[in-house]
């Protein structure tokens, strides 16, 4: 018989990858591929989403060629993707109105001010489970649709289409113009501010709150179950699943129990806690949002912690500050000092996310002397992801009554040994790091795997779990009180930097 595997596309924010992965969770085979970042203003963040479908267009065999086999064994794919970033696009051509909008973006600061005092924002709120922010779909989606002349109009004769990443992707793959499917997935959709999130359907409330016609949106999925079959790229291939991805590196770290968490670090850093089928309102800055909804059960729901600025706080200190040449260069430069020398920094580049949301606040360094190397600066950058997840973390034990008692991390900062150990320092619980570090492609690959009875059950899942790498905190409680203390008097410097004009 011949052995069969499963594919997961990987959207990402920065580049996108193909993966293949065999009935042990285990990796193959990858294919990479970066995309162009354009930033055409300050604080505004774009993708030419055609560049990426031509990216996974030539992946695809790619990653097969690398696996040494054959379509006729995938038996599934899997998407996960870029959350909140917003395309449009020509419903005969297929061609993309405008570049894609990114969740990083902040033009809509101005919007969402004016939003936020209009009759009915807090009911927008209440109903997604999400604060007006400029991070959200809804808002950019409005405000493509006012600053394009004749847009909306065409979105009402139906003209115009919209969606996410993983929207774009399957309309393309099941056909695009020749009866390509525009669908969405419950994750992806609770991520707009226009999906009621306890009756997981487009809110006729919320759609007229923001002026968003209901013609150009996708139909909304469960995250697991065939969405089509795809026509190009992995042709004869059934479409498993789709997942945001931080919701899918949840589903590839088997979170699939009440209180249990995980945290991955990429060029945001996302926690994400389960609640289970129980929707806990959010509070102290978190989000409610759909953790996963596997097709014919209830959804599950989830916590999330946003950080905006983590790992892409590293490719500034190398690409913009130019102190080192790689990545993990940081580490060693960070381990040349013992301490941070009395300065932090709080890298709020497109305003503060969790537990914030500020998104007048910009960036700042703090305590600088004549006595700081970069060095200093180096361990400041690392710290700042460590304090940030010590937020999150907080608000999280405080909202959901529950103590976290072990934090399961993924994605490619984890390689940092000391970043780790900081972080496992700052909450005083151990950190766990899996086996698999591909968890959001493994994620999706897991949801399609699902669909298609691949694997049999979640129990399946739970069995492929191995742990790689666990760090046990080590720091004294004064030193971690004083040094959090200084870390949220930095904070507050970054508020109100922008003012309305």
Request: a negative charge; proline letters at 5%.
């Amino acid at each position: 018989m011949t052995e069969r595997f499963v594919v997961s596309i990987d959207q990402g924010t920065t580049s996108t990858r193909c993966i293949v992965f065999d009935r042990r969770g285990q990796l193959v085979s990858l294919a990479q591929q970066e995309h162009k970042q354009f930033f055409p203003r300050p604080g505004w963040v774009e993708h030419d989403a055609m560049e990426i479908w031509r990216n996974v267009e030539r992946l695809a065999p790619r990653v097969l060629r690398r696996a040494g086999i054959g379509l006729d064994q995938v038996a599934a794919l899997g998407i996960a993707n870029q959350r909140e970033t917003t395309v449009l696009w020509d419903a005969s051509t297929g061609v993309p109105i405008g570049r894609a909008i990114i969740w990083q973006d902040t033009r809509t600061d101005a919007l969402v001010h004016e939003l936020s005092a209009r009759p009915g924002a807090k009911e927008v709120e209440e109903r997604s489970g999400l604060p007006l922010a400029t991070y959200f779909s809804g808002p950019r989606l409005m405000w493509i649709l006012d600053h394009t002349p004749g847009l909306r109009e065409r979105a009402e004769r139906g003209e115009v289409l919209c969606g996410t990443m993983e929207t774009w992707l399957i309309w393309n793959l099941t056909g695009g113009v020749d009866g390509g499917r525009h669908v969405t997935d419950v994750t992806n959709a609770s991520r707009t501010m226009l999906l009621d999130v306890r009756t997981l359907r487009w809110s006729p409330e919320s759609l007229d709150f923001f002026g968003i016609p209901a013609a150009m949106l996708p139909e909304v999925r469960p995250s697991v179950g065939v969405f089509g079959t795809a026509e190009a790229a992995f042709p004869g291939v059934r479409i498993g699943a789709a997942l945001g991805d931080q919701q899918a590196a949840l589903f590839g770290q088997t979170c699939f129990t009440p209180g249990e968490a995980k945290c991955t670090y990429g060029t945001g850093s996302f926690l994400l806690l389960n609640t289970g089928t129980e929707l806990v309102p959010a509070q102290n800055g978190l989000l409610s949002t759909v953790a996963y909804q596997i097709s014919g059960e209830p959804a599950a729901y989830a916590l999330e912690g946003s950080i905006a600025i983590t790992g892409s706080l590293v490719q500034w200190f190398r690409d913009q500050l130019e102190l080192i040449s790689s990545a993990p260069e940081i580490e060693t430069l960070a381990r040349t000092v013992a301490d941070n020398g009395g300065c932090y920094i709080v890298p709020a580049f497109s305003g503060l996310y969790a537990p914030y949301w500020r998104s007048e606040a910009r960036g700042v360094i703090v305590g600088l002397t004549s006595y700081i190397t970069k060095g200093h600066l180096a361990r400041a950058v690392l710290e700042a992801t460590a304090w940030q997840t010590r937020e999150v973390v907080d608000a999280m034990n405080a909202n959901s009554g529950l103590a976290l008692r072990t934090l399961k991390v993924d994605g490619g900062m984890t390689a940092d040994n000391l970043l780790m150990q900081m972080i496992a320092n700052v909450l005083d619980v151990p950190l766990v790091r899996p086996l698999a570090v591909e968890t959001v492609s493994l994620g999706a690959a897991y949801g399609a795997g699902l669909a298609v009875g691949y694997w049999p059950d979640l129990d399946g899942l739970r069995q492929n779990w191995h742990i790689a790498g666990q760090w046990m905190p080590a720091m004294d409680p004064a030193v971690r009180d004083h040094e959090y203390a200084n870390w949220r008097r930095a904070v507050e410097r970054t508020f109100d930097w922008i003012q309305p004009a």
